[in-house]
């Protein structure tokens, strides 16, 4: 099984920026794409950014284009999603999840069990 751990949330002023670290564990397949995924209260979890296993392919949703950039380091097994210019409406919970093809994590197709997350709170 995977294990995922989530972290660098925290509370933050409109307009300030977090680092968000995920690191994967376990029995994680030989190569894989990764996904940030958030969820607001009362919303449903939608994708935020992935990244192919080779970084070479990247997905981010219109919402956050711009101001989010998500990067990989293979060799540590770690995912960070670097978020700027942040807004009330990037409040929310974030995870992490992969999947062995990159259009199936774009699809919301996972792998793993999710994680606990980091909550992201943004004050206006």
């Known amino acids: 099984q995977v294990q995922l751990v989530e972290s660098g949330g925290g509370l933050v002023q409109a307009g300030g920026s977090l680092r968000l670290s995920c690191a994967a564990s376990?029995?994680?397949?030989?190569?894989?794409?990764m996904g940030w995924f958030r969820q607001a209260p009362g919303k449903e979890r939608e994708l935020v950014a992935a990244i192919s296993w080779s970084g070479d392919t990247i997905y981010y949703a219109d919402s956050v284009k711009g101001r989010f950039t998500i990067s990989r380091d293979k060799a540590k097994s770690l995912v960070y999603l670097q978020m700027n210019s942040l807004k009330p409406e990037d409040t929310a919970v974030y995870y992490c999840n992969l999947q062995r093809e990159f259009y199936s994590i774009v699809r919301m197709r996972v792998l793993s069990p999710w994680g606990q997350g980091t909550q992201v709170t943004v004050s206006s």
């Open positions: 376990g029995r994680t397949p030989s190569s894989y794409a």
